[in-house]
């Protein structure tokens, strides 16, 4: 396993109170692996791809939990050691490149300045710098360009360049797609798809589109309201998903789940400052509303994260030996 992440909880310390954002996260990734994290706005997503690489932003606080990369705890590192990871081991790109990017510099200085920090020299880094364009499929003046030049999908292939400097074991990608139109969205996607069969990276990738998920990733984690719901290969997900969750965001897919009627899910995700009881699905949930015997189950108990069938795994009651099932 390259990734494996046990037990993980962050909280956000606000001053309007405690939001428990994620809550006991446990999953792997192994080598090679495109992982798709999805979700509802809000449970989490981002949060545990920020804290692979001790990166929560305040007032935001890792908790528990271990995330041991090729066996090392990353959150037991020092900065310094951590330096070493990121961006080099584990690289980043998120939603909107500008995080990332300086607008008032030359995207090839940065570009070289990323590898500089890493002990490339100049000479050696300039012309990585332009391989790596190429790569991603810009032409080698774009080096010479500000990023506000550039489309938001030229800014983009520009961050994963970046993100793909030093062959990454791993890179994390936080909805790198979102503020692109579908057509560039695609081409994003076929560069990390290049990227993992090129160079065996694994991929923990984030959305909020299902669909998005199916198409190119190996697994599938569901997260809501701060819990991992369910976690299996595309195929154990999209044919048997087993969670009424996850039931319920693959039938709000068109053409994907089901012939009826797209879905809504009826309510809304809950404050996290105050997680329901028990599952904290179970407000929402079909099943506990139409079965009187999940009441005082669902409601008062937490469902463990059990292995209902090899590599697919569940947190919900109907699966762990709740009465009547
Ligand atoms: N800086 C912060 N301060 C307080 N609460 C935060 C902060 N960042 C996130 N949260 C809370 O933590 C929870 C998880 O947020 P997170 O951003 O990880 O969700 P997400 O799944 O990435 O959502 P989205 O799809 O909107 O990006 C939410 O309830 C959110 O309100
Ligand atoms: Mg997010």
């Not at 959305?207 to 195929?235: N, P």
């Not at 996850?246 to 879905?263: F, G, H, M, Q």
Request: proline share 6%; charged share 25%.
């Amino acid at each position: 396993m390259l990734l494996d992440v046990k037990n993980l909880s962050i909280y956000y310390y606000t001053l309007a109170g405690t939001v428990r954002a994620v809550e006991n996260v446990t999953f792997g990734i192994e080598k090679k692996e495109w992982v798709t994290f999805v979700g509802e706005s809000g449970s989490g997503k981002s949060t545990v791809a920020h804290a692979i690489l001790n990166l929560v932003p305040s007032p935001g606080k890792i908790v528990r939990g271990e995330v041991l990369f090729e066996g090392r705890d990353l959150l037991k590192l020092t900065k310094e050691e951590m330096k070493n990871i990121r961006g080099k081991e584990i690289s980043m790109v998120f939603q909107d490149p500008m995080t990332s990017l300086d607008p008032l510099r030359k995207v090839g200085d940065q570009i070289v300045e990323a590898m500089s920090e890493h002990g490339v020299d100049e000479k050696e880094a300039w012309k990585k710098a332009k391989e790596l364009l190429k790569r991603v499929n810009l032409p080698e003046d774009r080096l010479g360009y500000y990023p506000h030049q550039l489309s938001g999908g030229q800014r983009q292939r520009i961050s994963i360049a970046i993100a793909m400097a030093f062959e990454p074991k791993l890179l994390i990608a936080d909805e790198p797609t979102t503020a692109l139109d579908v057509i560039v969205q695609d081409s994003i996607m076929d560069l990390i798809d290049k990227l993992k069969e090129e160079e065996g990276t694994s991929i923990m990738f984030v959305t909020h589109d299902i669909s998005l998920a199916v198409e190119r990733s190996d697994k599938i984690a569901v997260m809501y309201a701060g819990k991992l719901m369910e976690f299996g290969s595309v195929d154990q997900i999209t044919e048997n998903p087993l969670h009424p969750y996850t039931k319920a965001l693959l039938s709000s897919v068109p053409d994907l789940w089901s012939e009826k009627n797209i879905k809504a899910i009826p309510g809304y995700p809950p404050d996290l400052r105050t997680p329901p009881t028990g599952c904290r699905f179970h407000p929402r949930c079909p099943l506990f509303r139409d079965r009187a015997s999940l009441k005082g189950v669902c409601d008062a108990v937490e469902p463990a994260f059990i292995e209902y069938e090899k590599g697919h795994y569940v947190a919900c009651h109907t699966y762990g030996g709740a009465p009547n099932e």
